[in-house]
């Protein structure tokens, strides 16, 4: 059996994510995890867990700061290291694109017609949503009249909320608004959908599993689709106040004509080690009043032609640090 963990609950964009990934796995047990670091501890210490599924961006929104932030803690902290290349416990072996297609759910079956003949309670769903259907809302209030808003934790437990609401006071029908997939987990019942205001919002998922050399990376079977670029994310930390250090690293790239696909950076954080011997150059990075230091975050192409050996050694030896997080398929989805 193969055992997923991913950002719960059930229903979530993250269930789904994890769906996509593993729905040809013979048998699969999905396990919700209340938050982004605990998907990360639990596949490090719980060796029973195989993956772990956790976003990472957003097309509208951007960087999903808790993953980006998890990634540099994980390489600054780590203790397991060759030269300078930092080797955390975990790895990043295939990405998945959800797309995020909102929907308007009743607990009963309803359609647009019925909201106006019946009473509506609450309308529940995460606080983010409701920048993503502002036009909508608009129109719904004037089809029904003003609805208290109401944030829950997720999604998918706003369609459970409204669910359990209605088994107590069936007279009242609250409503949500998530995915499809929510409704399916809480036998609840679309009422419309899509409503987002902007269509083509994706969100990007990792697919992550403790450090192995001996395992290749998900969707080999992609090879023989036209989706068979593979994608490299590195991160990487440079000494401070040295002019053109950055670029010194970036010159890399197009000195063995790789194609970055995208640069991002956070800024460092880590906890003082005392005696650290792993990597003699954090001694000077432990200084507590260490400020506008950062992690960068590079993703690139990796063509199997290249000498990647001569690559990283090259990258090496022009910054402190860097860690290589996995090499995997893009998902054919990044093309929709």
């Given at each position: 059996m193969v055992k997923v963990a991913f950002l719960g609950p059930l229903g979530t964009y993250s269930h789904q994510a994890a769906i996509q990934q593993f729905s040809e796995a013979d048998n699969c047990e999905y396990i919700p995890v209340k938050s982004i670091p605990q998907c990360?501890?639990?596949?490090?210490?719980?060796l029973d867990i195989d993956y772990a599924v956790v976003p990472l961006e957003n097309s509208?929104?951007?960087?999903?700061?808790?993953?980006?932030?998890?990634?540099r803690d994980w390489m600054l902290e780590s203790d397991h290291a060759q030269g300078n290349e930092v080797l955390p416990e975990l790895e990043i072996v295939a990405e998945q694109y959800v797309s995020i297609e909102l929907c308007l759910i009743s607990p009963v079956p309803l359609d647009l017609t019925d909201l106006s003949k019946i009473k509506i309670g609450k309308l529940y769903s995460h606080p983010q949503?409701?920048?993503?259907?502002?036009?909508?809302?608009?129109?719904?209030?004037?089809r029904i009249g003003n609805v208290e808003k109401v944030d829950s934790d997720s999604t998918s437990g706003a369609v459970g909320i409204c669910c359990e609401n209605y088994t107590v006071n069936n007279d009242v029908k609250d409503l949500a608004i998530a995915s499809k997939t929510a409704a399916l987990v809480h036998k609840?019942?679309?009422?419309?959908?899509?409503?987002?205001?902007?269509?083509?919002?994706?969100?990007?998922?990792?697919?992550?599993?403790?450090?192995?050399?001996?395992?290749?990376?998900?969707?080999?079977?992609?090879?023989?689709?036209?989706?068979?670029?593979?994608?490299?994310?590195?991160?990487?930390?440079?000494?401070?106040?040295?002019?053109?250090?950055l670029v010194d690293v970036l010159e890399v790239f197009k000195m063995h004509n790789?194609?970055?696909?995208?640069?991002?950076?956070?800024?460092?954080?880590?906890?003082?080690k005392e005696n650290s011997e792993t990597i003699p150059e954090y001694t000077e990075l432990d200084a507590s009043d260490r400020k506008w230091q950062y992690v960068f975050f590079v993703e690139f192409a990796h063509a199997e032609e290249r000498d990647w050996a001569?690559?990283?050694?090259?990258?090496?030896?022009?910054?402190?640090?860097?860690?290589?997080?996995?090499?995997?398929?893009?998902?054919?989805?990044?093309?929709?």
């Open positions: 990360f501890d639990r596949l490090k210490n719980e509208t929104n951007g960087q999903v700061v808790f993953t980006y932030d998890l990634l949503v409701w920048g993503q259907v502002p036009n909508y809302l608009e129109s719904l209030r004037k609840a019942h679309i009422v419309d959908g899509p409503i987002n205001d902007k269509k083509g919002n994706t969100t990007r998922f990792l697919v992550m599993r403790r450090r192995s050399p001996l395992r290749p990376s998900l969707n080999a079977s992609l090879e023989n689709k036209i989706a068979a670029q593979r994608i490299s994310l590195l991160t990487f930390l440079i000494k401070q106040d040295d002019p053109g250090s790789i194609n970055m696909c995208s640069i991002s950076s956070r800024p460092y954080h880590k906890l003082k001569k690559v990283f050694k090259d990258i090496s030896s022009r910054c402190l640090s860097y860690c290589l997080w996995g090499t995997f398929f893009r998902d054919g989805r990044y093309y929709d």
